[in-house]
């Protein structure tokens, strides 16, 4: 059964902690990706990945790192240098193509709170 | 820059209602198409999808034709359903991507459909 999952569902960080949210794929897909959504808006992208041991910013970067070591997978630390990390994760994944082939499939998202 | 531009919410409608949601965008030549939907709690679901000017894409009862000339792709469904309430996202994908597949989205709108 292919698929995204991210762990854990919920996280809660406290001031000054790192915290690193999961994100694994079965899809056999190149590219990975990771949003942020705040409350009534849209997702924003903080980081993606088209081929393994390479990563490039998105338009909020500052504040998260991430690796890319294996294919499957792509964890987003939440580094205490973001100052509002309050918001719901989402992974997504797609092919690296065009048309049919570029659809972003997205995971389950990650909840995290500030305690 | 890219931009997706869909009305706010949210839309409150009776079971039976005809729904449509309305999407604009602002990109170089022709960019990729996409609506998801993400019910409370959860990821986001690919809805349809249209990759090339005046193809429809449907799914569900829902449907989106890419307009070019209108640089539109507004969502509609002929007999809501309760279960349809949830958030609608409208997004486009580039059609030069120099900075990888990255999806660019509107700020979504509510759905609540009401027995």
């Known amino acids: ?115 | 820059g890219d931009s997706v531009t869909q009305m706010e919410g949210p839309v409150t409608l009776s079971e039976e209602a005809f729904l449509t949601i309305n999407c604009t965008y602002t990109a170089t030549g022709y960019p990729s198409l996409f609506w998801y939907v993400q019910y409370p709690g959860e990821g986001l679901q690919l809805l349809l999808k249209a990759t090339k000017a005046d193809d429809k894409g449907s799914n569900k009862g829902f449907e989106a034709t890419y307009r070019k000339e209108t640089t539109s792709f507004h969502l509609e469904k002929g007999s809501v359903q309760v279960s349809d309430s949830a958030v609608y996202f409208c997004a486009l994908s580039p059609m030069i991507k120099a900075a990888g597949n990255k999806l660019t989205f509107g700020g979504g709108t509510r759905v609540l459909v009401k027995p």
């Open chain 1, 1 to 115: 059964d292919g698929g995204i999952t991210q762990s854990p569902k919920y996280l809660f960080r406290k001031e000054g902690q790192n915290v690193t949210l999961s994100c694994e794929q079965n899809l056999n897909h190149d590219a990975m990706y990771w949003y942020r959504q705040d409350p009534g808006q849209g997702l924003r992208l903080i980081y993606y990945s088209q081929i393994v041991n390479d990563f490039q910013k998105g338009d909020i970067a500052e504040g998260y790192s991430v690796s890319r070591e294996k294919k499957e997978s792509f964890p987003l630390t939440v580094t205490s240098a973001q100052k509002n990390p309050t918001a719901f994760y989402l992974c997504a994944s797609s092919i690296v193509g065009r048309g049919d082939k570029e659809t972003q499939y997205f995971g389950p998202g990650t909840r995290l709170l500030v305690l």
